[in-house]
């Protein structure tokens, strides 16, 4: 369903700050246990600093992909509270017009 429902837009913005809220929990959940991703004893041969180079790879892209995902989760906040308000402003604009139009009858 693609609607807000204008009596309540107070429950999307608690929507909205539930799953940022959430992304980043998870975030933060994924990035602890990226760190916590290390090579037991010193590489020696090639094969060993092959699986070295490969973590370090892995690090990195969780970490571009963790960076991603957080700042997807702000700008679904942004954009969302924008929405929410630019709505809320135009139902109460629309609201006062009637309640006018309805005075000059």
Known sequence: MNELSMEAPHVVLAALGHYTGTAHAVVAGVAGTTENLTVSRRPESPLDHALVAKLQWIK?????????????AETALREGTHTV???????????????????SI
């Open 85 to 103: 308000n630019v709505l809320s402003a135009a139902d109460i604009a629309g609201g006062q017009e009637v309640d006018r139009s309805a005075e």
């Open 60 to 72: 990195t892209t969780f970490g571009n992909a963790l960076a991603a995902s957080g700042r997807r």
